[in-house]
């Protein structure tokens, strides 16, 4: 890795305008690394803003190959970082080499999945209908819809995956691929790592000659607003907290021009656990749940939290099973001291609840988080009791026991909206629980089927979203190829000469692909 400049990213160039300096922390030690960082000021935010403002109407208009190789060439500069880049993370998070190597092959990979969207070309959405003079009693014009992107969108990365959520993440790889520039809000856990991912996105903006502004980044704790509440910024896409998320949502709410926020924000992610597949294999599942809620020091938006069973023999020893997973399960270190704060007012709220019981884990070290296993009375659930939804960010989880289906149905609709909820099965007994699956469609965004849901594929298919307030908008996602969805809207064209047209919607299908014309699918020329 190159030495750290510690600048914001401006139209191209760096700029450190500002008087207060930054450092990005070892989450191991809490020692200072190399490399101080300036903060942005509100020139400079509005710099950057108004950079990637001059850059969209060129960079929209490009033709989708020309976006494709730019962000095949992200995905090349990505892969080509080096041992010293992967060390630096692993300081600036404490997440192990393996993973941080894994997760930077997903984000080069979430690059190259919206490289071929472009090449695909089905996010134009073109639709065609034709006139119809003769038409009665009137004639119909001649309508063409196509899409477009939104413009410039500011992005916000996320503490828990220092790679795939955040400078390159996929926010900003969906925003790129719709033809949006992007100002992004470095996150503060991993700047250093940030500063290296920035220098590879704008090698390759060299590399593909994108016009200059089409990425920006700025450091700085308390700029996000300003950024936000920038005339130019036309959308944002975050992954954090719900009460930073709800903070975004109301700011681009208060705007003259009111903007979509597109956040991540909070799920516990229920785990429901039926009869016959507690009988069968309640041991692997303890076994399986305890990893899984502890993968990552369970840092991860998808962390199992809530374990719901049905009364039975089979169910209490699952429990003590669990119990003694859990109790075994080592201490880990967090993505950083805040994270670490955080899990432990968790832990507190729960200790202090007269309705909910400790089952397992070790009290608390001075920095690194002990996995902790709890139960709480279903009643608390039902009741609407808030502490229960409340996501608990680290290796923790909760246990309810429910008496029968109609309790089940009564907890399930007592839940808020969720990114995940997983059911564990065996095939003879799931014809009898379709009304929870059908139920689970109304909460969250992903239902799983005797899997984990810490894991989660980068596809076409994907969906990490879900109901308030699991996202701001359960309209969309922030993993897979729909994510671009978010950054595009449509236009019609009204009896327009066909040479005027974006070719998208000309007669002769230039681009080659599909259409909807004239409510037929057709990718030939009309």
């Given at each position: 890795m190159t030495q750290i400049l510690g600048h914001n990213y401006i139209g191209g160039q760096r700029s450190a305008q500002?008087?207060?300096?930054?450092?990005?922390?070892?989450?191991?030690?809490?020692?200072?690394?190399?490399?101080?960082?300036?903060?942005?000021?509100?020139?400079?935010?509005?710099?950057?803003?108004?950079?990637?403002?001059?850059?969209?109407?060129?960079?929209?208009?490009?033709?989708?190959?020309?976006?494709?190789?730019?962000?095949?060439?992200?995905?090349?500069?990505?892969?080509?970082?080096?041992?010293?880049?992967i060390a630096t993370v692993c300081r600036e998070t404490a997440l192990p080499a393996g993973r941080i190597q894994g997760e930077r092959a997903r984000t080069s990979g979430q690059m190259r999945l919206f490289a071929k969207v472009l090449r695909r070309g089905d996010f134009h959405g073109?639709?065609?209908?034709?006139?119809?003079?003769?038409r009665q009693p009137l004639p119909r014009p001649d309508l063409r819809q196509y899409r477009i992107g939104v413009g410039p969108v500011a992005?916000?990365?996320?503490?828990?995956?220092?790679?795939?959520?955040?400078?390159?993440?996929?926010?900003?790889?969906?925003?790129?691929?719709?033809?949006?520039?992007?100002?992004?809000?470095?996150?503060?856990?991993?700047?250093?790592?940030?500063?290296?991912?920035?220098?590879?996105?704008?090698?390759?903006?060299v590399r593909?000659?994108?016009?200059?502004?089409?990425?920006?980044?700025?450091?700085g704790g308390g700029v996000g607003e300003w950024l936000?509440?920038?005339?130019?910024i036309q959308a944002v896409g975050f992954t954090g907290s719900l009460k930073g998320g709800n903070a975004l949502v109301r700011m681009a709410a208060e705007r003259a021009q009111p903007i979509p926020v597109f956040a991540e924000m909070s799920s516990i992610n229920p785990v429901i656990l039926l009869p016959e597949a507690l009988a069968q294999r309640g041991a692997t599942l303890a076994r399986e749940l305890a990893a899984s809620v502890t993968l990552?020091?369970?840092?991860?938006?998808?962390?199992?939290?809530?374990?719901?069973?049905?009364?039975?023999?089979?169910?209490?020893?699952?429990?003590?099973?669990?119990?003694?997973?859990?109790?075994?399960?080592?201490?880990?270190?967090?993505?950083?001291?805040?994270?670490?704060?955080?899990?432990?007012?968790?832990?507190?709220?729960l200790h202090a609840h007269p309705g909910i019981s400790h089952l397992a884990g070790a009290e608390q070290g001075e920095r690194q988080a002990q996995p902790q296993l709890f139960q709480a009375d279903v009643g608390m659930l039902l009741n609407g009791d808030p502490l229960l939804q409340e996501e608990v960010f680290g290796p923790a989880t909760l246990i309810?026991?429910?008496?029968?289906?109609?309790?089940?149905?009564?907890?399930?609709?007592?839940?808020?909206?969720?990114?995940?909820?997983?059911?564990?099965?065996?095939?003879?007994?799931?014809?009898?629980?379709?009304w929870l699956s059908e139920l689970l469609q109304e909460k969250v965004g992903?239902?799983?089927?005797?899997?984990?849901?810490?894991?989660?594929?980068?596809?076409?298919?994907?969906?990490?979203?879900?109901?308030?307030?699991?996202?701001?908008?359960?309209?969309?996602?922030?993993?897979?190829?729909?994510?671009?969805?978010?950054?595009?809207?449509?236009?019609?064209?009204q009896n327009y000469p066909d040479e005027l047209l974006p070719p998208a919607l000309q007669n002769a299908n230039p681009l080659g692909i599909w259409r909807l014309v004239d409510g037929e699918a057709s990718r030939s020329a009309c």
């Open positions: 500002g008087s207060t300096r930054l450092v990005s922390l070892d989450a191991s030690t809490g020692e200072a690394l190399p490399g101080v960082f300036c903060q942005a000021t509100e020139a400079e935010v509005d710099a950057a803003a108004t950079a990637a403002a001059a850059a969209f109407p060129a960079y929209r208009n490009l033709p989708a190959e020309r976006r494709a190789v730019f962000l095949d060439a992200i995905a090349d500069e990505l892969d080509a970082l080096g041992d010293d880049f073109a639709r065609i209908d034709r006139a119809l003079p003769q992005v916000f990365g996320a503490s828990n995956f220092p790679l795939a959520f955040s400078t390159a993440g996929g926010d900003t790889a969906s925003a790129l691929a719709a033809g949006c520039p992007v100002v992004f809000k470095a996150h503060s856990g991993h700047m250093a790592s940030a500063e290296a991912v920035a220098d590879a996105i704008l090698r390759a903006a593909s000659a994108m016009p200059a502004g089409v990425f920006n980044m700025i450091y936000v509440k920038h005339p130019a990552g020091c369970g840092q991860f938006c998808t962390n199992p939290g809530l374990i719901l069973g049905l009364r039975s023999a089979a169910f209490s020893q699952f429990v003590a099973h669990l119990q003694a997973h859990m109790a075994d399960q080592p201490a880990q270190t967090m993505l950083n001291a805040g994270t670490l704060a955080s899990y432990r007012q968790g832990l507190q709220h309810i026991e429910v008496e029968d289906q109609a309790q089940l149905k009564a907890a399930v609709q007592a839940l808020r909206g969720q990114l995940t909820a997983t059911l564990m099965g065996e095939a003879t007994e799931l014809p009898g629980f379709g992903r239902v799983l089927l005797n899997g984990y849901p810490t894991g989660v594929e980068v596809c076409d298919a994907m969906v990490h979203g879900g109901p308030y307030p699991a996202t701001s908008d359960a309209r969309g996602t922030s993993v897979g190829s729909l994510a671009i969805d978010r950054f595009l809207r449509p236009v019609c064209f």
